[in-house]
């Protein structure tokens, strides 16, 4: 059971827009501006691609943004491409655990 | 560039202890936090804990207090994480990643990975 809930799966259309949605509580999402998106392919070590709530580390495309409200906490995906069919994990500072993720969302590109 | 190079897979038994190396290049290893985080086959990503490889303090995930341990050597730039008492749902890739920010507080971000270390538990 992990401390954000985030769905399972998502899918879209090359050219679409999907978001993902990450929930938290009043003790980490909601807490801190200090959630963070990774992105995993398969057989590889995670991404950093978003921190900061919306801010992109250096080399990533700005078809990833990120926004919050309240104790959710989202990442969106601008024309979504083949490339970017993968696991999306979201992750927040915690009062009580310090740091925290979520279940992962898989990204379908149809 | 930043690389993190772990060392290869491990297949312990129960009850038994492992440890895995990261060994850094490419930044100044003291200037950065190290942290620990784990995906069990299938599974999310758990964060274990975080060294800070200039003064060697640590602080762990609750859940690992007492079970993990974390150092490092700074005259060879390597981390290195330590599970005692490993037990079969231990079985999973154990990553290194360096903290985005540089020494001051952690920012848990995690911008460079090693490549996973597949520690598998089995009697």
């Known amino acids: 059971q992990s401390a954000l809930t985030q769905p399972a799966s998502v899918s879209g259309s090359p050219g679409q827009s999907i978001t993902i949605s990450c929930s938290g509580t009043s003790t980490n999402v909601g807490a801190y501006n200090s959630v963070s998106w990774y992105q995993q392919h398969p057989g590889e070590a995670p991404k950093l691609i978003i921190y900061?709530?919306?801010n992109r580390p250096s080399g990533v495309s700005n078809r990833f943004s990120g926004s919050k409200s309240d104790n959710t906490a989202s990442l969106t995906i601008s024309g979504v491409q083949a490339e970017d069919e993968a696991d999306y994990y979201c992750?927040?500072?915690?009062?009580?655990?310090?740091?925290?993720f979520g279940g992962g969302t898989k990204l379908t590109v149809l | 560039q930043v690389q993190l190079v772990q060392s290869g897979a491990e297949v312990k038994k129960p009850g038994a202890s492992v440890k895995v190396s990261c060994k850094a290049s490419g930044y100044i290893f003291t200037g950065y936090y190290f942290h620990w985080v784990r995906q069990a086959p299938g599974q999310g990503l758990e964060w274990m804990g975080w060294?800070?490889?200039?003064?060697?303090?640590?602080h762990y995930a609750q859940k690992f207090q007492g079970w993990v341990t974390l150092t490092r050597d700074t005259s060879i730039s390597t981390a290195y994480m330590e599970l005692s008492r490993l037990k079969s749902d231990d079985t999973a890739v154990y990553y290194c990643a360096r903290d985005l920010g540089m020494i001051g507080e952690p920012k848990y971000y995690f911008d460079s990975w090693g490549q996973g270390t597949l520690v598998t538990v089995s009697s």
């Open positions: 900061d709530v919306n």
């Open positions: 060294i800070n490889p200039s003064s060697g303090g640590t």
């Open positions: 992750s927040s500072y915690s009062r009580n655990s310090r740091e925290v």
